[in-house]
């Protein structure tokens, strides 16, 4: 028997495609319930069914966006023959990513706090340990670039890595506001024009 006020047909993959959507526009505290909703195609007592809760929702929704948005920015990481280039291939496809036509701006991870300042609870626990493992990445490699010798063995790689992943946060609020790919690849350029710099300047104590 089909749970009451679930719509026939109803596809729990599509809504929550559809929730990830609105929460990426309107952030965590924006996004209304008669919002997501409305978009989701379905009535409360079916959201409530299928998800449980907006704070479920939204750690659903911010997994799905994890999981299918971003291998465009990440792919090349680890296939990249330097850090260097590999950083530098994150924040051009940054760049893409963040001023897609058929997408939001930016990225949702990032912008889903800002309109109403960040949730506390789980919702805020999941979007730290979402940004934190994106810096994780860029550290471990970089750190594997001071193994193979293109990074220099006291550059503090989790310094570098959160300056960059600060960078790339800055892009998704330029995008947000409009920013075009054109300019967002104009900042990825004047980051890695200082690559020697950075990573020479930014050093461990010895």
Avoid: H, N
């Amino acid at each position: 028997m089909a749970e009451r006020g679930r719509p026939r047909g109803f596809d729990r993959d599509a809504a929550l495609a559809k929730a990830m959507e609105v929460f990426w526009v309107r952030g965590y505290e924006g996004a209304s319930m008669s919002e997501l909703t409305a978009a989701m195609g379905i009535a409360s007592p079916s959201l409530y069914a299928a998800f449980g809760c907006k704070e479920a929702l939204f750690r659903e929704a911010l997994a799905l966006y994890s999981a299918t948005e971003s291998d465009g920015i990440w792919g090349g990481l680890e296939t990249a023959p330097t850090a260097r280039k590999a950083c530098e291939g994150v924040l051009t496809a940054t760049a893409r990513a963040f001023t897609r036509p058929d997408k939001p701006p930016g990225c949702m991870a990032v912008l889903a706090a800002l309109p109403g300042g960040e949730p506390d609870g789980a919702v805020r626990e999941a979007m730290v340990r979402g940004r934190a493992g994106t810096t994780d990445r860029l550290e471990a490699r970089l750190r594997r670039g001071q193994t193979e010798g293109d990074v220099p063995a006291k550059a503090d790689a989790r310094a570098v890595a959160t300056y960059l992943v600060t960078v790339q946060q800055g892009m998704s609020i330029q995008a947000r506001d409009g920013a075009t790919r054109a300019t967002l690849e104009g900042i990825a350029r004047a980051t890695m024009a200082g690559w020697d710099g950075l990573v020479t300047s930014v050093r461990t104590d010895d």
